[in-house]
């Protein structure tokens, strides 16, 4: 299977780190949708990140859809059996991929968009959208379901906030977020996310 996509995406950084904690082998092309637009057209007409071509060359894209796929493949899932726990998991899935989602609309934003076409109240509703996300994904890592390390809520809500730190670190409040920060922190220190680097 090949990945393609670079890591700097929250995106493309979840689906490598589960393929590692799956123990599925992947071919990491890092092709930038912007830089390398052709070349990521030829593989994947939408050039949409991630993309994964299976080994039946089959392009799969949306980090959610992939990582069904994988774990499809892996025959596991990196999420809890019990049903309560479960909800809980994508309960803090579901804010670490809205707060992904907030800091890439507002790095867009500050990166792409000219100074004079940015729309003030547009930017302001994001940031107040991701600091609610940041603030009940930090209320929510107080008391973590059972099996959260290692899950995909745990590894996504990590990826998440390395991103912001890397990418936004004026738009996080880091003191106001130790969970947050000794999440990332720690997964940070892992193998998986080792072999997974930002960067």
Same mark, same amino acid.
């Given at each position: ?8 995406? *929250? ?9 590692? /904690?799956?123990?599925? *082998? ?38 959610? /859809? ?23 998991? @994508? ?13 890439? @609309? ?5 990166? /792409? ?7 003030? *109240? ?6 107040? @959208? ?25 590894? =996504?809500?990590?990826?998440?906030? =390395?991103?912001?730190?890397? =990418? ?21 220190? =892992? ?5 997974? *680097?930002?960067?």
């Amino acid at each position: 299977m090949r990945l393609i996509g670079l890591l700097d995406s *929250p995106y493309v950084r979840r689906v490598a780190i589960t393929a590692r /904690l799956l123990g599925l *082998p992947l071919e990491h092309e890092p092709i930038s949708v912007f830089r390398g637009y052709e070349a990521f057209a030829a593989i994947n007409p939408v050039v949409k990140a991630p993309t994964l071509v299976t080994d039946g060359g089959v392009a799969l894209m949306d980090s959610g /859809l992939i990582i069904e796929h994988l774990e499809r493949v892996a025959g596991r899932s990196l999420g809890p059996n019990d049903l309560a726990a479960h909800a809980r998991a @994508q309960r803090i899935l579901g804010l670490a991929l809205a707060s992904a989602e907030k800091t890439v @609309q507002l790095v867009y934003e500050f990166n /792409l968009r000219p100074e004079d076409k940015r729309h003030d *109240p547009w930017i302001e509703r994001v940031r107040g @959208q991701l600091a609610h996300a940041w603030r009940l994904l930090e209320a929510e890592l107080a008391a973590p379901p059972e099996g959260f390390e290692g899950s995909q809520a745990w590894l =996504t809500g990590a990826v998440a906030w =390395t991103f912001a730190r890397r =990418t936004l670190p004026d738009s996080i409040e880091a003191a106001s977020h130790p969970r947050l920060t000794a999440l990332a922190d720690e997964a940070e220190a =892992t193998e998986a996310f080792l072999a997974c *680097p930002f960067d």
